[in-house]
């Protein structure tokens, strides 16, 4: 048995997909003993977090700590992780989980390890982590008597106990100098409602689209599909797409049901974001082009010609039904 404390963010009253997913992590490394939650700020999510496997939630308020602040948050996660005497600190392994978590770690004089796809406990914790983008695989050990490390994004499989937890708000003690850092604002995505992260269905165009404006029938794909848009570093780099959309090694990382990616080449560093697609339909004019090698469906072709063709099929189907 373990004392866990897990780091988890919210939205909309609920644990974030990768916190659900720190979660689980979290209550199989206690192996029966306790799981503490940490929320910042979000009452309304904290007697959620029981059905991810939480024990004690612990919701830490403060003026300061309102728009995000990660030296502040470390230091949360530090001085409760001590009181507990926590064995693991584990984090959702996103940019925020990340940034926090090595913060803490860095005050703490502590190991880190960041987007683990395994942790087995023991003395040392040996962990599988994901490197380079998710090409490259390390075995390490961490030898601590904490560890502090974060989950990839889909590295573990979100499972509900259905329990409950006993919540407690609290508020930390912080000096200036934890709030020296802060976020001040906030830009919206400029795509719609569908989380790239969490999509079940993303269309994805790249270089092949040719142009901002050619990205028209990839958009029109996603919104009858109900999926989301992504897109290539080729793309973001010609501007026809926002970074937020980008999918690959230094974009986001995506677990659909099915990718469909539209003149993209596939190269390694744009799988990367994808591994975790269950099922690949490439559409591409070059039959030889490396995504094929991904696929478990392609059409081979122009797409300003295939992806109007599938979308005025879907609305034939549609208006018929
Ligand atoms: C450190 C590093 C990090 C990187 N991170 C990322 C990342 O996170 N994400 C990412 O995507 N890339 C990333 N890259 C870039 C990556 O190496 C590729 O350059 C990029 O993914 C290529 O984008 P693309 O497939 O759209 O373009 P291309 O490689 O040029 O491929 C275009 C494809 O479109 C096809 N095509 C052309 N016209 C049509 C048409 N009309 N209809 C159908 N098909 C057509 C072509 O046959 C070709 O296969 C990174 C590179 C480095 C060095």
């Given amino acids: 048995m373990a004392t866990v404390l897990v780091l988890v963010t919210t939205a909309e009253g609920a644990a974030t997909a990768a916190s659900a997913q720190a979660l689980t992590l979290g209550r199989e490394l206690a192996a029966g003993g306790p799981v503490h939650a940490l929320v910042f700020g979000d009452d309304a999510a904290a007697a959620s977090l029981g059905a991810w496997g939480a024990t004690h939630v612990h919701v830490a308020s403060h003026p300061g700590l309102g728009s995000g602040a990660p030296d502040a948050q470390a230091r949360v996660v530090c001085d409760l992780a001590a009181s507990l005497d926590a064995a693991f600190v584990i984090g959702p392994g996103t940019e925020d989980g990340n940034t926090v978590l090595a913060r803490a770690a860095a005050r703490a004089g502590l190991p880190f390890a960041a987007n683990c796809i395994r942790v087995t406990a023991g003395s040392p914790v040996s962990v599988t982590r994901v490197r380079w983008g998710g090409s490259l695989l390390e075995e390490a050990a961490i030898h601590a008597d904490r560890a502090m490390l974060t989950v990839a994004p889909h590295a573990v499989a979100a499972s509900s106990t259905g329990g409950a937890a006993t919540v407690e708000a609290f508020t930390p003690q912080l000096d200036d100098a934890d709030l020296a850092v802060r976020v001040v604002g906030r830009v919206p995505a400029p795509t719609g409602g569908v989380s790239l992260a969490d999509a079940t269905v993303v269309v994805s165009g790249g270089?092949?689209?040719?142009?901002?404006?050619?990205?028209?029938?990839?958009?029109?794909?996603?919104?009858?599909?109900?999926?989301?848009?992504?897109?290539?570093?080729?793309?973001?780099?010609?501007?026809?797409?926002?970074?937020?959309?980008?999918?690959?090694?230094?974009?986001?990382?995506?677990?659909?049901?099915?990718?469909?990616?539209?003149?993209?080449?596939?190269?390694?560093?744009?799988?990367?974001?994808?591994?975790?697609?269950?099922?690949?339909?490439?559409?591409?004019?070059?039959?030889?082009?490396?995504?094929?090698?991904?696929?478990?469906?392609?059409?081979?072709?122009?797409?300003?010609?295939?992806?109007?063709?599938?979308?005025?099929?879907?609305?034939?189907?549609?208006?018929?039904?």
């Fill in 207 to 321: 270089r092949g689209a040719g142009s901002a404006e050619g990205f028209a029938p990839v958009v029109e794909l996603a919104e009858l599909l109900g999926a989301a848009v992504g897109c290539s570093r080729a793309v973001t780099i010609a501007g026809w797409r926002p970074h937020t959309e980008q999918v690959g090694q230094t974009g986001t990382k995506i677990a659909p049901d099915m990718y469909i990616a539209c003149g993209i080449s596939g190269a390694t560093q744009h799988m990367a974001g994808a591994r975790g697609a269950k099922r690949v339909l490439a559409i591409n004019k070059d039959p030889e082009a490396p995504i094929m090698t991904s696929a478990d469906y392609a059409v081979i072709g122009d797409l300003h010609a295939v992806l109007p063709a599938i979308s005025a099929e879907i609305r034939r189907v549609r208006e018929a039904g």
